[in-house]
């Protein structure tokens, strides 16, 4: 009786073609960047995304991309409320 909990995995083969002669499997697919990603190839299951999260939350960014990041949201805010006219007068005291 089979497990209907678990998922079935895909065969795999080792074949090498007769003529190739470079480096690991040619017909494997795989993006460019996906040594660089941190998702790129986790496990599944509840416990591996949690512990990949953590992971990812430990690992700082850019500072300088942050603070960027904040002055460009805060130009576009800005930029907005002139476009739109709206008076900062009402949060200032009479």
Same mark, same amino acid.
């Given at each position: 009786?089979? $497990?209907?909990? @678990?998922?079935?995995?895909?065969? *795999?083969?080792?074949?090498?073609?007769?003529?190739?002669?470079? !480096?690991? %499997?040619?017909? @494997?697919? !795989?993006?460019?960047?996906? @040594?660089?990603? =941190?998702?790129?190839? *986790?496990?599944?299951?509840?416990? $591996?995304?949690? =512990? =990949?999260?953590?992971?990812?939350? @430990? *690992? !700082?960014?850019?500072? %300088?991309?942050?603070?960027?990041?904040?002055?460009?949201?805060?130009?576009?805010?800005?930029?907005?409320?002139?476009?739109?006219?709206?008076?900062? =007068?009402?949060?200032?005291?009479?």
């Amino acid at each position: 009786m089979r $497990n209907f909990l @678990k998922l079935r995995k895909n065969r *795999t083969y080792d074949y090498s073609p007769r003529y190739y002669k470079g !480096e690991g %499997n040619p017909y @494997k697919i !795989e993006h460019k960047l996906d @040594k660089f990603r =941190s998702t790129a190839h *986790t496990q599944r299951g509840l416990k $591996n995304k949690f =512990s =990949s999260a953590v992971d990812d939350l @430990k *690992t !700082e960014g850019d500072k %300088n991309l942050k603070i960027r990041f904040l002055v460009i949201v805060a130009v576009l805010i800005l930029l907005f409320l002139y476009i739109i006219d709206f008076d900062l =007068s009402i949060f200032l005291n009479p």
